[in-house]
């Protein structure tokens, strides 16, 4: 009891200090209700002069997102920062958030600093300026996450004289967009301990998430995106099992190689990245990417032609063939690698949420995890060529093979589509007319030519169709650079306070489906020397978009101007009763003059 006493008397101490100022400030007006807006500081503590705020930001600690939350304060008032010196249990500073799109792993504490209170104990305290950071564990929705967060903080302020009332304050933050964590504020910490830097993932077993792991695997082989090569897959493996198990067998285990060094590779990444550049390999980052994604939805397309018999995939003889070199199952190896990739558009949510609970662990154990992914993927080829009586039951090739191919085709042109959607607004349309142009050519490729085409011919086609596809792919699928006009929307309102203060008033009408106006866009508007004059001469640009029959640029080029169609551009100047108008696509130098004679802003 000798040791106990000291600490039972602080206690009672402190809470009778803490009672008193809670009587001192019954009269003044509550708190005000928590505040909305992140990077606001909000206030927690205050006593004399002493007081605390915190603010709050999305924030990164290493390669982990999180929220951070920033304390200032004066340096005598402190929070207490174990239980165990805490006036009482549960009064230690504690911090928790929670989310519909997100879990929270424990949040992770600065190093503590020691402080002598007014019986002379030392106990462990934070004050002053400090971080605490809330790291995201656990993503319950897809790539494109965006969510309210609640964050809620509660313990006892103290200061040299006097403890406050102990406090629970909830704070709910604006939405937070995982799309651009690369925006976030990177921090660092020095923390208590090493075992408290280990971020915790959801709150798995170990065995439960290995088990999680290969169920994912498992999963993979039902998506739709690898649906293409199981064709071919079965029809080598039938192939392989007329020469006899052991050839079967062993071309069966090349494939499941082949998967299995994909899921390496990505191991292999997490490892470099971790020890190189201190950041981790995170599912879905890929999906960020517009180049990646643009790759797999083309891919896809071709993929897509492939099962409408467009063209058709061959296996070299020598590769095909060969046998006891072993070089014959180069193929197989290729295939499994293929149909691994194949399998990251569809598999998301799968390999996400295996790929969560890896990247929280120690480098080794989530390498494991990641391979036993790649370990369930392969386990159904595997067993499937180790069963010759499994293989003698597989249906023989024939019309429901190819009705089957060419339905998997129209899925995976829906998956491209889901893809392409995902892009920003200005690529899509590029990347849609792009993609035209390579079916074109895989076209080409694969139907302009025959088996007893001569190889002239043969090469002179296709040559041209590579080439065809280069030029489309240079010409579309680069982003396009911003319009040098900044044209504002029809507005009639917009116009006559225009003309009322003596501006000049230059209007295109123009539509989405008008190829002139596209192409008049690209030889007036485009031009450098006429976008400049018309900044410099204060002249407001219109864009009167006639798409639809109810915009009222449509309504005004109508009933207004008595213009029957579109490209039609109507220059409106201050020093004349009538508009000048063009109709046609070569009035740049006519243009030019016009704006000449105004005078500049």
């Not at 690209?522 to 020397?529: A, F, P, Q, T, V």
Request: include cysteine; aromatic fraction near 10%.
């Amino acid at each position: 009891m000798g040791d106990r006493a000291p600490a039972i008397l602080r206690i009672v101490l402190i809470l009778a200090a803490a009672c008193s100022t809670r009587a001192q400030d019954a009269n003044q007006p509550a708190s005000p209700p928590p505040a909305d807006a992140p990077g606001a500081a909000i206030e927690l503590a205050k006593y004399q002069n002493e007081s605390s705020s915190v603010r709050i930001e999305p924030a990164r600690m290493d390669s982990k997102p999180g929220i951070a939350l920033i304390f200032e304060g004066t340096a005598d008032l402190h929070y207490y920062a174990k239980p165990e010196t805490a006036p009482a249990p549960g009064l230690e500073l504690q911090v928790k958030a929670k989310s519909d799109n997100f879990d929270f792993a424990p949040a992770v504490f600065p190093q503590w600093r020691p402080f002598t209170d007014s019986l002379g104990s030392k106990i462990e305290v934070f004050s002053g300026r400090f971080v605490v950071f809330l790291p995201i564990a656990w993503s319950k929705t897809s790539a494109a996450d965006i969510g309210d967060v609640q964050v809620t903080i509660s313990g006892i302020a103290c200061t040299s004289l006097a403890c406050l009332p102990p406090f629970e304050r909830i704070i709910r933050t604006q939405k937070m967009d995982l799309s651009q964590i690369d925006s976030w504020t990177r921090i660092t910490l020095e923390t208590a301990g090493a075992p408290d830097t280990v971020v915790a993932g959801p709150s798995y077993s170990l065995w439960f998430a290995l088990g999680l792991a290969l169920l994912a695997g498992l999963l993979i082989n039902l998506m739709p995106c690898i649906w293409p090569v199981l064709p071919l897959i079965v029809m080598r493996i039938v192939q392989q099992a007329k020469q006899g198990k052991k050839r079967a067998t062993a071309s069966g285990l090349a494939f499941c190689f082949g998967i299995l060094l994909f899921f390496a590779s990505l191991a292999a990444a997490n490892i470099i990245l971790q020890l190189a550049y201190g950041t981790a390999l995170q599912w879905g980052d890929q999906f960020r990417n517009p180049a990646f994604v643009t790759a797999m939805a083309l891919l896809l397309v071709v993929l897509a032609l492939f099962m409408f018999g467009v063209f058709i995939i061959t296996v070299p003889s020598s590769v095909a063939t060969k046998s006891g070199s072993g070089k014959g199952y180069a193929g197989s190896i290729g295939m499994g690698f293929l149909a691994a990739i194949l399998s990251t558009p569809c598999s998301f949510g799968i390999m996400a949420a295996a790929f969560a609970w890896a990247q929280t662990q120690k480098l080794l154990l989530g390498t494991i995890a990641i391979m036993v992914i790649g370990v369930g993927m392969a386990v159904p080829y595997a067993i499937l060529t180790s069963m010759p009586g499994l293989l003698q039951r597989l249906p023989n090739p024939g019309r429901w093979m190819e009705l089957f191919k060419q339905a998997v085709g129209f899925i995976l042109l829906a998956i491209a589509a889901w893809l392409i959607a995902a892009l920003p607004q200005v690529r899509r349309m590029r990347l849609l007319y792009f993609a035209i142009v390579l079916a074109f050519c895989v076209w080409m490729w694969g139907s302009w030519v025959g088996y007893g085409t001569k190889a002239l011919r043969k090469w002179s086609v296709r040559i041209f169709a590579v080439l065809l596809a280069i030029a489309g792919g240079w010409l579309l699928l680069p982003a396009p650079a911003p319009e040098p006009i900044d044209w504002q929307q029809y507005d009639s309102a917009l116009i006559q306070k225009a003309l009322d203060d003596q501006r000049a008033v230059l209007m295109k009408f123009t539509a989405n489906w008008c190829v002139s106006c596209k192409l008049l866009d690209k030889l007036i508007y485009s031009r450098e020397d006429v976008a400049k004059l018309i900044e410099q001469k204060n002249v407001l640009p219109i864009n009167g978009d006639t798409t639809e029959k109810n915009h009222p640029a449509t309504l005004a080029l109508k009933n207004e101007y008595k213009e029957p169609g579109v490209p039609v551009t109507i220059l409106l100047m201050p020093d004349r009763k009538e508009p000048i108008r063009w109709r046609g696509k070569s009035f740049a130098d006519e243009l030019k003059e016009l704006l000449q004679r105004l005078p500049s802003k």
